[in-house]
């Protein structure tokens, strides 16, 4: 078994990602140099992760799938991260409570403190939207690769999302009919005239998924060049989006996982959401705002007793001492990161120890107050503009 996580291979190809294409695989062909910086980074956390637990993590930081994959690069993350503060981690951990379940790891603090921790994903995407979207990007793939128009670029405006997979040699076929013809003179004259409503419209429907194709224009340099991807511009309808009860049912699900724990128990939590707000992550734990309208004025009375920490009965999930949320983490922006370590003020265990560096949120009186810490990238040693020049 190879102990580093990529291959060894000669790599030519600086094409982005592909809409379908696997996390890892992209990052494992790439030539781009900010994808040899975030591969090289893995490879280095990689080989500072203990040596009998390898085996296991490369094959799921090698998987084609992408929650798989994403889930192993955060657990490796967050060993890097304690790795950096000075802590020592025990990776899956006999807890000795009669538990048959290994949480991710035992840390060690370099004052001697002790706490369990257990890394968690988290989307607020649903398994029917997620198979949704993999259609979708089939689809784009295959346009992008078989629609031979290179004087224009195609806009896209959708709605809704497809129940069953979607025939792309048909709707490859209905935009070569409309794009026959067309002069890109002749459409972006158009287009300067009157914007995006002047432009011609064509609207395919398939089974709940609607788009409303649009012509644009290329620049006289760009004409003619095949190699440039035909999909441009693509606007998605507004959809709802409830990141807020994403991180509280993730909290609550990992809390009972293991049982009563004699330790302080941190879960680090990765929200691969598409927003969140510091109300968001507020309402996710202490419950969602309640408010008062009394003539014009609206005014918070408190809250409604639905959050991780505290329910209709008061109190709950106790044996959480912390959660370490990060909204997202992303190897991509990985020194700007947005964290801040969730203390729960009726823990049994409370948590004390060199994660206290990050920005804090904790009751403070009748208040919720927001501490400021060290950014990921100030822990880290890495530049504002990682990985676009590296380390400092």
């Not at 806009?155 to 809704?160: A, L």
């Not at 002749?186 to 788009?211: C, S, V």
Request: net charge positive; aromatic share 12%.
């Amino acid at each position: 078994m190879s102990s580093n996580v990529f291959d060894n291979i000669n790599r030519i190809s600086t094409e982005r990602k592909s809409y379908s294409e696997s996390q890892f695989d992209y990052w494992n062909r790439s030539a781009r140099i900010e994808v040899d910086v975030i591969r090289q980074m893995l490879e280095k956390w990689f080989s500072d992760y203990p040596k009998k637990e390898q085996n296991e993590l490369r094959n799921r930081l090698r998987s084609d799938n992408d929650f798989q994959h994403y889930s192993a690069v955060f657990e490796l993350f967050v060993h890097a991260l304690l790795f950096k503060l000075d802590c020592k981690a025990i990776v899956h951990p006999h807890i000795g409570n009669g538990t048959n379940k290994f949480p991710d790891f035992l840390v060690e603090s370099k004052g001697g403190i002790k706490f369990y921790l257990e890394c968690v994903l988290v989307t607020d995407e649903s398994r029917e939207e997620t198979a949704a979207r993999a259609r979708i990007n089939a689809v784009y793939d295959a346009l992008n690769k078989n629609l031979k128009y290179p004087n224009f670029f195609v806009g896209m405006e959708i709605k809704g999302r497809p129940n069953t997979p979607p025939n792309a040699k048909k709707i490859r076929s209905f935009l070569e009919k409309q794009l026959k013809g067309l002069n890109p003179d002749t459409i972006a004259e158009t287009f300067n005239r009157g914007g995006f409503k002047a432009l011609p419209h064509w609207p395919y429907e398939y089974d709940g998924w609607t788009i409303d194709f649009f012509p644009i224009s290329k620049s006289v340099s760009k004409r003619e060049d095949s190699n440039i991807r035909p999909l441009g511009m693509q606007f998605e309808e507004a959809h709802h989006i409830d990141s807020r009860t994403a991180i509280r049912d993730a909290i609550i699900k990992k809390a009972g996982s293991y049982g009563n724990f004699d330790l302080p128990y941190v879960i680090a939590l990765n929200a691969l959401c598409e927003s969140v707000e510091k109300t968001d992550i507020e309402e996710a734990l202490f419950g969602k705002e309640n408010f008062s309208l009394n003539g014009s004025e609206c005014k918070m009375i408190g809250r409604l007793p639905d959050g991780a920490w505290i329910g209709k009965f008061g109190p709950q999930y106790k044996r959480v001492s912390a959660v370490l949320l990060m909204y997202p983490f992303s190897m991509w922006k990985l020194s700007k990161t947005p964290i801040c370590l969730c203390h729960n003020p009726w823990a049994k265990n409370k948590y004390i120890s060199d994660l206290n560096c990050f920005p804090q949120i904790a009751p403070i009186g009748n208040k919720l107050e927001w501490v400021r810490g060290k950014s990921v990238g100030d822990v880290m040693g890495l530049s504002s503009l990682w990985p676009f020049n590296g380390k400092r």
